[in-house]
C-alpha cells in the first residue's frame, strides 16, 4: 500500500464523515466493537489493577470500548474525547446507565490540553487518524503518571486492501503493521503486548459494503459520488477480483498495542 503524507488528512472531512454516521455506527460497527472488546482483555491479562485513578480515552465514538472498560475496572476520574461533539448524547446515556460519571472534551487530539497524571490512555480504532503519530505519542506519554498504561488499537497496512488495490485513496493516514510500532513509540514508553489479526466481514453485494462504510465512517476521507454506472463498474471488477461464494471480502486488519510508562 502506497504511504500517505501525513498532512494529506482533511479533518473537517473526516469529523463530517463520522457525525453523518453517528447513529448507525453503534449497531454497524461490529468489527470495532469485537477489536475494543479484545483491547480491554489485553489490558485486564497484562495486570493491569481492577481500580483506577485517572483515565483519558480519546476517540470515544458511541461507546464501544468506554463500554468494555466499565465493564472491567472501576475508574474514579473518567475523562472522554472524541472529534465529534454529537456522541455526547449516546455517551451520556451510556454513562447514567452505568452510574458513572465523565468528563468531556471535544476535537482532535493531537491539539488538546491534555489531563495530566493518568493511570491510563486508551484509544479503540482511533490512531490511524492521527497526523503527526510520534509527536502524539510523546505528548500522551508525558500525560502518564510513572507506571501508567497506553492501550490503543489501530490498523495495518492491509486495512481494506480490497478497495486500495481497486484505487482508492480515502485510506486514513497512518496504518501501520504490529511491528512498525517500537520504531514509533515514545523514548518514554515500554512495550508490553502487540497483536495483529485480519478480521473478514463480507457482504452480498457492493451497494451492502458501501453502505457499512457509509454506516460506520471508516473510509472518513472519501469524497466521491456514485451514480449507477459507477457502481455497477466497481461491482464488476470488485467481484472479477475478490469475490468468494458470490460474498464480497472486506479485510480490517487490527493491531493491538500496549505499553507502560516506566516508574
Known amino acids: 500500500m502506497k504511504d500517505q503524507s501525513l498532512s494529506s488528512i482533511d479533518h473537517t472531512r473526516v469529523q463530517r464523515s463520522f457525525a453523518r454516521g453517528l447513529q448507525s455506527y453503534h449497531e454497524n460497527a461490529s468489527v470495532q466493537r469485537q477489536i475494543a472488546e479484545e483491547l480491554v482483555a489485553i489490558l485486564a491479562a497484562q495486570g493491569v489493577p481492577k481500580t483506577l485513578g485517572r483515565v483519558l480515552e480519546f476517540g470515544c465514538g458511541t461507546g464501544h470500548l468506554t463500554s468494555a472498560l ?13 472529534l465529534v461533539s454529537e456522541a455526547e448524547q449516546p455517551l451520556q446515556a451510556l454513562l ?17 490540553v491534555l489531563p495530566q497524571q493518568l493511570d491510563l490512555i486508551a484509544s479503540a480504532s482511533t490512531v490511524q487518524w492521527i497526523t503527526d503519530l510520534p509527536a502524539t505519542l510523546s505528548r500522551l506519554s508525558d500525560a502518564l503518571r510513572p507506571g501508567g498504561w497506553l492501550a490503543l488499537s489501530g490498523f495495518g497496512r492491509h486495512q481494506f486492501h480490497q478497495l486500495v488495490e481497486l484505487g482508492s485513496q480515502a485510506a486514513a493516514p497512518n496504518y501501520l503493521d504490529a511491528g512498525e510500532w ?9 512495550l ?31 469524497s466521491r459520488g456514485w451514480g449507477r454506472r459507477d457502481l455497477e463498474q466497481f461491482e464488476r471488477r470488485y467481484r472479477q477480483r475478490f469475490a468468494c461464494a458470490d460474498q464480497l471480502p472486506l479485510t480490517y486488519d487490527a493491531v493491538w498495542i500496549l505499553a507502560r510508562k516506566p516508574g
Open 70 to 82: 466499565l465493564d472491567q475496572f472501576d475508574i474514579d476520574a473518567l475523562t472522554l474525547n472524541d
Open 96 to 112: 447514567q446507565q452505568r452510574g458513572q460519571a465523565a468528563s468531556f472534551c471535544f476535537g482532535a487530539i493531537e491539539e488538546l
Open 182 to 190: 517500537p520504531l514509533i513509540l515514545s523514548a518514554g514508553l515500554e
Open 192 to 222: 508490553v503486548a502487540m497483536r495483529q489479526q485480519a478480521i473478514d466481514l463480507q457482504f452480498a453485494s457492493a451497494i451492502d459494503l458501501l453502505r457499512h462504510l457509509r454506516r460506520t465512517g471508516v473510509n472518513g476521507q472519501a
